[in-house]
């Protein structure tokens, strides 16, 4: 086994926490990351469809490290690699990246919350300094476990803490992941994180992991891909992950391609009835 999987202590702590927290992993390329990371935006005329970040909401692209050959080639790359595979198992799938610059507060939420789905996981590049009081990630530990009493009681009240709690959402007791380009951070979906009092243009972008789903689930992948179509994306992934993808790398691309084909009409659809998209 290479040194780059999980530990046993780390799957533990995963399993209990539904986080894990890696700093200074991508140290060495921090700076490269930041210029590729900056280079795609200016390809788009400085956010999503040719608009600038205003710093008064969040602006997105989608599909993001996608597009570009050396955030693509961190897939390949055996600390991010071994990180998806030590949790969704080595056929795992890359399922979506995104790119953001983000502004003001970020309440709480899961990325859906949803015991059923197959294992999934986000791993997050901050590209600035981050501290508590100024934009860092915070989540809730534990707050992962659907089905479990305390987590799904989170899931029914955080979004009520001042009524239910009597404290604001910025008071919720938490754990705060300070970071430094370079850091990176992975969680499960379901678990509850937050961001507050950042500056209006913090940098992150990520990328999204599942365990392969077996064959009589792929209907469900195919529902739950299809609505990314909402998005305007005819496809999951960006040209140049796809352009550029070893052998070892199609095996994490190939279950999302063959089972996103329907995004181009569905996308058509939402096209027709909103004049742009957002993601959030």
């Given amino acids: 086994m290479s040194s780059t999987r999980l530990t046993d202590q780390q799957h533990a702590f995963f399993d209990t926490f539904g986080y894990l927290f890696f700093p200074g992993l991508l140290a060495d390329c921090a700076d490269r990351i930041i210029e590729e990371f900056e280079a795609i935006w200016a390809a788009h005329g400085g956010g999503h469809h040719g608009k600038t970040h205003d710093g008064k909401q969040r ?3 989608f ?11 961190l897939l390949d790359d055996p600390r991010i690699h071994d990180i998806a595979a030590s949790i969704c198992g080595d056929d795992f799938n890359y399922t979506s990246g ?5 502004a003001g507060d970020t309440g709480w939420h899961s990325d859906g919350y949803d015991g059923n789905r197959p294992m999934s996981i986000k791993i997050a590049f901050y590209l600035d300094p981050l501290t508590r009081e100024t934009g860092a990630l915070r989540v809730i530990p534990g707050s992962h476990k659907v089905g479990d009493a305390f987590a799904d009681r989170v899931e029914r009240e955080i979004r009520k803490s001042g009524e239910l709690w009597g404290i604001p959402g910025h008071q919720a007791p938490c754990v705060a ?8 951070v992975m969680f499960n979906h379901n678990l509850k994180h937050a961001a507050f009092g950042g500056a209006p243009r913090r940098r992150m972008y990520t990328m999204n992991f599942c365990r392969r789903y077996p064959d009589d689930r792929l209907e469900e992948l195919r529902t739950k891909l299809g609505h990314e179509a909402r998005f305007w994306v005819d496809r999951i992934h960006g040209e140049t992950m796809i352009r550029t993808a070893t052998p070892e790398r199609w095996v994490h691309l190939q279950q999302i391609r063959d089972n996103d084909a329907h995004l181009g009409e569905l996308a058509q659809k939402y096209r027709m009835e909103r004049p742009e998209p957002s993601r959030g």
Avoid at 63 to 73: G, R, W
Avoid at 98 to 102: F, R
Avoid at 177 to 184: S, Y
């Fill in 98 to 102: 995104d790119g953001n610059y983000y």
């Fill in 63 to 73: 599909p993001f490290p996608d597009q570009n050959e050396y955030l693509s080639s």
């Fill in 177 to 184: 992941l300070e970071t430094v380009p370079g850091d990176i």
């Fill in 59 to 61: 602006s997105c692209i």
